[in-house]
């Protein structure tokens, strides 16, 4: 059975042919204009976990992964380009500690950009497609509308004071899920699997990216700044609803109640609030609230690898598994 | 042969046809907050010139158009991406006298309408999509591409000093063309037709979208202040390099140039200047050159259609193609 090394030095080695790659997609493009923002962000060399979901789920049905690289390039595109949009929406200043495209270039230059990215995203999704039908291409259209539609309902959670756990759920798995999940899909669908691999890599990549997005909720509070790159607490300053969040409301009582509903009405905490806060998590027992959760939605996805018949394959997707939820914290 | 009022019966009739499926596309999807902006430019019933594209050369090329209505509702919609998008970027507070989407509701909300409307047009493209392979999609993408192109290089032209007729025409062939263009390759490949006529049909939209923005400019002096929906001299006052800018920058010499050199420098002309600036139009028959390559390119346009063997076919596609120029002037 292949080590945690060797899995490692594999993933080191495909994530420097997908930024090699990537470097090129845009390079020689014209114009300058519109492409040069879009090197900017896609220059920001991120963990690259969509194009390896691409790859391993292509590998883990048996397919030629080399044939799977123009869809890995595709979905990293198509990742960037809602970081570009998000970060506008989000008035976000920085994104792995260099700005975001809006504030070195400006509003208009980041909208245009990600609109450039999304449909180089579909070429590079198209160029030698070696599926037939058009179920490739769906899964991914699929996943598109459905990142809309969950960043629309992020938008909405912010102003509507009873958010449910269960509407929390419906939103990540949108805004966060659906996209990963399409990764395994794509991936699945061009290494040539079969009807029962494709599903169950589906469901893999959805329930993976719910431990995702709540680990990222997690650690936001209990992560290592520099590690993690954003301001710790940085969701409560913000007033999101997040995991931790909705689950410390549904679970406190009196003063903390309030102390967390106070939250909602003034749509924030001040910076120096944050300790306070995190102790009132810690009170609650949120934390290991969302580290069962995080550990729940794992083993659904994990549960799901039973269909890959390479032991091999099924160990490169479980360490992928395992590195996204077990960053530190 | 097909008489003009028989063309136009059957333009009006799939004109309302399209209208009725637009409305049903987005009025039951969720959440209402990302789809419900979408749904209001859509209502915006324009001349659904692109729809009708697609329909009439799936026709002409011997298919079923019924078959192409999925297409036609999806260019429809990706054309609307391109006008929130582009309104925000050219900060237009109207369109046909309704007020633009970032400006009812915010530029964010903006931003994540034209989003979602480009999501689902490719949703609606690959709905039972009949033909095999990638080439539909791949036309809709390159379409895609070059209009992102052709908006990047109209925002550097705003900037640039020296824009030359030839960098112009490239401009529009990416920013207005290229999307007519595809209307008619993508109505060619669903209805089937051979690849000569796909060829051809191609080559009409190329020809016909350059002689219809050329009109717009032209328009934009020329016409009709209520028609038209927008300000008269609109172009002049922002100082945008239009083809009839350009001519008379070419054509202009000492002090008639200075004046024109002038909206370069100062990025426009005053309300009160339009009528100065429209004789000076005039005295250098810049109105005629633009009449001039109008022709120019229809004819280009229409002699591809000798390509289509059915007479009523080729008559339908004439009578749009002089609809979309012939407006008043």
Redesign the interface.
């Known amino acids: 059975m292949i080590s945690e090394k060797e899995f490692n030095s594999l993933i080191e080695k495909e994530r420097k042919l997908i930024n090699t790659k990537l470097k090129s997609v845009l390079a020689k493009r014209?114009?300058r204009?519109?492409y040069e923002p879009s090197d900017y962000i896609l220059a920001d060399q991120g963990k690259r976990l969509r194009p390896l979901l691409v790859l391993l789920t292509a590998k883990a049905v048996g397919g030629n992964y080399a044939k799977a690289y123009n869809a890995a390039l595709a979905v990293e595109m198509l990742h960037n380009f809602t970081l570009v949009?998000d970060d506008?929406?989000d008035n976000a200043d920085k994104r792995r500690n260099k700005l975001t495209v809006h504030i070195k270039y400006d509003?208009?230059t980041a909208?245009?950009a990600?609109?450039?990215l999304?449909?180089?995203a579909?070429?590079y999704l198209?160029k030698n497609?070696i599926v037939?039908g058009?179920e490739v291409?769906?899964s991914f259209?699929?996943g598109?509308?459905e990142v809309?539609?969950g960043?629309?309902?992020d938008?909405?959670f912010e102003v509507k004071k009873d958010v449910s756990i269960e509407e929390y759920l419906i939103m990540i798995s949108k805004k966060t899920a659906a996209m990963i999940e399409m990764c395994c899909e794509v991936g699945a669908r061009i290494g040539g699997g079969s009807s029962s691999e494709i599903k169950a890599l589906t469901r893999f990549g959805k329930n993976l990216g719910i431990a995702f997005q709540i680990q990222d909720d997690l650690l936001d509070i209990a992560g290592d700044e520099v590690e993690f790159g954003k301001k710790i607490g940085g969701d409560l300053i913000e007033g999101k609803k997040t995991f931790l969040f909705l689950k410390a409301l549904e679970k406190s009582k009196g003063k903390d109640k309030a102390a967390f509903q106070k939250i909602i009405v003034n749509k924030g905490i001040q910076p120096g609030e944050v300790e306070k806060y995190k102790m009132l998590y810690q009170k609650l027992d949120v934390l290991n609230d969302a580290k069962k959760e995080i550990v729940l939605y794992t083993q659904k996805a994990l549960r799901q690898l039973n269909q890959i018949k390479n032991v091999n394959d099924r160990q490169l997707l479980t360490f992928l598994a395992y590195s996204l939820i077990k960053r530190k914290y």
Do not use: F, R, W
């Open positions: 014209n114009p204009s519109l949009h506008i929406m509003v208009n909208i245009l990600g609109d450039g999304l449909a180089v579909y070429e198209l497609l037939p058009n291409v769906k259209t699929k598109l509308v809309c539609e960043q629309s309902l938008k909405e």
